[in-house]
């Protein structure tokens, strides 16, 4: 089978880790920029980190021929610290033409506070101005739904923002955004949760990704759902649909995505 990481922290990943999803089938893994388990103390640690998903991940992925793509932002743990924030946003520019950046991501909220607003709206902001895609995801949330609409409303309150070019949590869906579920490896969203979302909402906007980092979680998430797919029935060709053309098509809406197999 083929498929696509659409969300995975490889730079908290093993070597093994990428020896595994090669030889899975993984054709590009896609990295949102996120917050490291830790707070940085300045925008210097930014400027590394968007180099290293700019340049240095790249180059190791490319190692097992695997293409490498990232999104960048400060994410909404560190955005409380608005002078923080807004150093790092103007970073961005400096690395968003880099040939392997989508786009602006993951974004979102945290604790749904009047900063992390404000941080949020700058990231749409810049989005719009650059027509960039825009990722956002609120795993951590202490109140989801209440911040999942705040976001879904922010978003849509800029005529500028094409909701096709925007992924969210699946609730945003009745607004033509994509829907990103991601597979836990407990609780949450298990493969079987995550197939019974597709059989009951649809699959037209929808990828899976196993949001794999420095916690808890499994980077072969996507192909094992393929697995629990087929247990169910599901032909090959929607297999393929869902876990490699679909984020084909989201992420193709930028020029600079291009896959190996096409
Ligand atoms: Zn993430």
């Known amino acids: 089978m083929r498929y696509i990481e659409p969300h995975a922290h490889m730079v908290s990943r093993t070597t093994d880790d990428y020896v595994s999803i090669v030889t899975a089938g993984c054709q590009a893994v896609c990295e ?47 955005s409380e610290d608005l002078v923080l924030a807004d150093e790092v946003l103007s970073i961005i520019p400096e690395f968003i033409d880099s040939p392997n950046v989508l786009g602006i991501g993951e974004i979102g909220l945290n604790k749904n506070s009047r900063n992390e607003l404000k941080v949020l709206e700058k990231h749409v902001n810049l989005a719009a101005e650059r027509d960039q895609l825009i990722l956002v995801h609120t795993p951590h949330l202490e109140d989801k739904l209440k911040g999942t609409r705040l976001i879904v409303d922010l978003i849509k309150s800029d005529s500028r923002i094409d909701p096709g070019k925007v992924i969210i949590d699946q609730i945003a869906l009745d607004a033509g955004f994509w829907a990103g579920i991601t597979l836990y490896p407990e609780s949450k969203c298990t493969p079987p949760r995550a197939i019974d979302i597709v059989e009951n909402f649809g699959h037209e906007q929808i990828w899976m990704n196993s949001a794999c980092d420095w916690g808890v979680s499994i980077p072969l998430a996507v192909p094992k759902t393929a697995l629990e797919m087929r247990r169910r029935g599901h032909t090959e060709e929607f297999i393929d649909q869902l876990l490699y053309r679909n984020p084909a098509r989201f992420m193709g809406q930028c020029p600079k995505f291009k896959l190996p197999l096409e």
Do not use: M, V
Not at 43 to 66: I, M, V
């Open 32 to 78: 949102p920029a996120f917050w490291a388990g830790f707070d940085r103390s300045s925008s210097r640690g930014f400027y590394d980190y968007f180099r290293q998903l700019t340049q240095y991940e790249p180059q190791r992925a490319a190692k097992f021929g695997l293409a490498h793509y990232t999104w960048l932002c400060i994410n909404p743990k560190e």
